[in-house]
C-alpha cells in the first residue's frame, strides 16, 4: 500500500468494511426505508407512468415534431399502477364520490349522506373528517420519511464513515442553529410534500373539478324527495359557485354535499384542488427555469473567469444588455410573440414559460457566482493542473465547479421564489399556462371582483400561500448561504461562533 493510499483511504472499502463489521444499523434502516416504500408504492409507478405520458402526448401534438410514439402502453401502465393499493389515496380514505360516464365505472366508490349517516366515506365519518385523517396521514408520512433520511446521514456518521469529521458537518450544524434557515426549510418541506402528494390531499380530482366535470357524475341527498340523486360534476358545480352574493367558503359543504376545505372558484370548482394542482405546475415551471438558469450562469462563469479577457467582456456586454431591459417588460415581450408558436402547446405553456425564465434570468445569476468563481480560478490548485497539462474543461469540472456549487444552491433557492411570482404574475394577467390548467396566479385573477364580498377567499388563499412560500424559498437560502459561509451571517454570534439566524 502506497503512502497516499494509507493517507487517504478508499472510502467504498472502508464503508463496505463497517457494513461487515456492524451491518444492524444498516439492515434497519434499509428495512424501514423498504416499508415506508411499500406503502405507496403505488403511487411512484403512476406518477412515473402519469409524467411519461403527459411527455409523450405533449410532443406527439407538436406538427414540428415528427414523432410517432405509441400511448396505449404508458396509459395501460398507468392504469396498472393506479390499481396498486397505498395508505394515501381517495381510493383508500374516501371523502367525494365520483363515476366515469366515459368508462362507466367509478374512480371513487359512491359517497353520500342517506338522510341518517354518510355511506361509502372512511368509518362512515364526515366528508370533513375523512378528508383531514387523509391529510394528517400524508404530512406524517412525509416527516416520517424526512425523520428516516436524517437517521441514516447520521448513522452513516456514526458507524460507516472514514473521517470523524468534514466541513460539511460544520455546514449542517450550522444550518441547525440557523432558525430563519430552518424556518425556510419548514415551508420549503411542506410545499414540496403538498405538490408530491397533491393528488392524495385534494378532495377531489384536477380532471373532474375543471378539466372535464360534466364527464363525471356524483351523487346527493336530495331532502325534498329524500332520496339519493346522481347529477353530473358540472352541473353540481354551477349551483355552489362563490360570486360574492352566493358563497361557498372555508371549511364548508356545498348543497350537494361535497367538502371543500378552502372553498368554490367562482365557477364552483374546488379551491383547493386549483392550489394543489397549481403548486404542482408551478415548482415544475420554476425547476426548470432555475435548473437551467443555474446551467448556463455557472458555464459562463467557468468560461469567462477561466479564459478572461475578450470572452469575460462579450458576456459581460451580453449580459448587461438583457438587464439593462425592463425584466418584466421583456418576460411579457417574450410570452406575447411565442404564445402562438409550437412551444406554448407543450405542457399548456409551461415549457415556454420556463424558457422565458431562463432566457431573463441566467444574466443575474452569472453576475452573483462570477466573482467567486474569478477567485477560486486563482487558487494555486488551478494552477498546478494547468502546469500539468490538464485540458480546460477538465479543469474547470473537477477543480472550479465544486467551489462554486454552494453559491448556485444558495442563488437557486432565491431565485425560484422569484420564478414563482412571476408564473402567478403572468397568470393573473392572463399570459401564463394555458385555461383550464390551474395556476395560482388565475385564481387570485379570478377572485378580485369578489374581495369586498363574502367570497374574498378566492384571491386571499393563493395570495397568502404564494408570500408564504416565497419567504420561505428565500429564508432558506439565507440559511444555506450562511451555513456554507459564516462570514456572511449579519446576526450577532454567540461564544462558540455559530449564527443565532437571520439574514432576512
Same mark, same amino acid.
Given at each position: ?8 483511504? *478508499? ?23 423498504? !416499508? ?9 409507478? $403512476? ?24 400511448? $396505449? ?12 393499493? /397505498?395508505?394515501?389515496?381517495? &381510493?383508500?380514505?374516501?371523502?367525494? !364520490? ?5 368508462? $362507466? ?6 359517497? #353520500? ?25 400524508? #404530512? ?12 441514516? #446521514?447520521?448513522?452513516?456518521? /456514526?458507524?460507516?464513515?472514514?473521517? *470523524? ?5 460544520? =455546514? ?34 384536477? &380532471? ?18 329524500? @332520496? ?11 349551483? @355552489? ?51 437551467? @438558469? ?26 448587461? @444588455? ?13 410570452? %406575447? ?20 425564465? %431562463?432566457?431573463?434570468?441566467?444574466? !443575474?445569476?452569472?453576475?452573483?457566482? /462570477?466573482?467567486?468563481?474569478? &477567485? ?30 454552494? #453559491? ?52 386571499? %388563499?393563493?395570495? =397568502? ?19 456554507? *459561509? ?19
Amino acid at each position: 500500500m502506497t503512502t497516499a493510499q494509507r493517507q487517504h483511504p *478508499d472510502t467504498s472499502q472502508a464503508v463496505r468494511d463497517g457494513l461487515r463489521r456492524n451491518p444492524r444499523p444498516a439492515v434497519v434502516w434499509a428495512a424501514f426505508g423498504a !416499508g415506508l416504500l411499500a406503502l405507496q408504492i403505488g403511487a411512484l409507478l $403512476e406518477f412515473g407512468g402519469s409524467a411519461a405520458l403527459d411527455t409523450v402526448r405533449a410532443f406527439n401534438a407538436i406538427d414540428a415534431v415528427p414523432l410517432t410514439v405509441g400511448t $396505449e402502453a404508458l396509459a395501460g401502465f398507468e392504469q396498472a399502477a393506479a390499481e396498486i393499493p /397505498r395508505l394515501l389515496s381517495r &381510493q383508500t380514505i374516501p371523502n367525494n !364520490g365520483l363515476y366515469s360516464v366515459e368508462s $362507466e365505472e367509478w374512480v371513487v366508490g359512491p359517497v #353520500y349522506y342517506n338522510g341518517q349517516e354518510w355511506v361509502g366515506t372512511f368509518l362512515g365519518l364526515e366528508p370533513a373528517t375523512a378528508w383531514a385523517l387523509r391529510a394528517v396521514l400524508v #404530512y406524517a408520512y412525509a416527516f416520517a420519511g424526512l425523520a428516516w433520511l436524517w437517521t441514516g #446521514y447520521r448513522w452513516f456518521r /456514526r458507524y460507516y464513515r472514514v473521517a *470523524d469529521w468534514t466541513p460539511r458537518d460544520d =455546514v449542517v450544524d450550522r444550518l441547525r442553529s440557523h432558525y430563519w434557515g430552518l424556518f425556510g426549510l419548514f415551508v420549503v418541506f411542506i410545499f414540496l410534500t403538498t405538490v408530491l402528494f397533491g393528488p392524495a390531499l385534494a378532495p377531489t380530482t384536477n &380532471q373532474a373539478s375543471n378539466v372535464d366535470p360534466y364527464s363525471y357524475e356524483t351523487q346527493y341527498w336530495d331532502a325534498e324527495t329524500e @332520496s339519493v340523486e346522481t347529477t353530473a360534476v358540472g352541473t353540481a358545480n354551477s349551483q @355552489s359557485a362563490s360570486s360574492g352574493s352566493t358563497n361557498v367558503g372555508l371549511f364548508s359543504y356545498d348543497d350537494y354535499g361535497r367538502y371543500h376545505p378552502f372553498g368554490t372558484l367562482p365557477g364552483g370548482q374546488d379551491l383547493f384542488t386549483f392550489i394543489m394542482y397549481g403548486a404542482r405546475l408551478s415548482l415544475s415551471i420554476g425547476l426548470v427555469a432555475v435548473g437551467l @438558469s443555474t446551467f448556463i450562469a455557472a458555464a459562463f462563469a467557468m468560461a469567462s473567469a477561466y479564459y478572461k479577457g475578450r470572452v469575460d467582456l462579450g458576456l459581460i456586454l451580453l449580459s448587461d @444588455s438583457i438587464m439593462a431591459l425592463p425584466s418584466l417588460l421583456l418576460i411579457i415581450m417574450l410570452s %406575447v410573440i411565442f404564445g402562438g408558436t409550437w412551444l406554448a402547446n407543450i405542457y399548456s405553456g409551461g415549457l415556454l414559460l420556463s424558457l422565458v425564465f %431562463v432566457a431573463t434570468g441566467w444574466p !443575474g445569476l452569472w453576475r452573483a457566482i /462570477r466573482g467567486p468563481t474569478l &477567485q477560486t480560478t486563482e487558487r494555486e490548485w488551478v494552477d498546478a493542473a494547468r502546469a500539468f497539462g490538464l485540458k480546460p474543461r477538465t479543469i474547470m469540472r473537477k477543480h472550479v465547479f465544486p467551489y462554486i456549487v454552494g #453559491y448556485l444552491l444558495v442563488y437557486g433557492s432565491m431565485s425560484l421564489g422569484g420564478v414563482i411570482i412571476g408564473i402567478a404574475g403572468l397568470s393573473y394577467l392572463g399570459l401564463g399556462v394555458n385555461p383550464p390548467t390551474p395556476e395560482w396566479g388565475r385564481a387570485i385573477g379570478l377572485g378580485q371582483p369578489y374581495i369586498g364580498t363574502p367570497s374574498w377567499h378566492i384571491s386571499i %388563499v393563493p395570495g =397568502v400561500l404564494i408570500t408564504i412560500v416565497v419567504i420561505g424559498f428565500n429564508a432558506l437560502g439565507d440559511g444555506v448561504r450562511d451555513a456554507i *459561509d459564516p462570514k456572511s451571517d449579519t446576526e450577532t454570534t454567540d461564544a462558540k461562533g455559530v449564527g443565532r439566524g437571520g439574514g432576512a
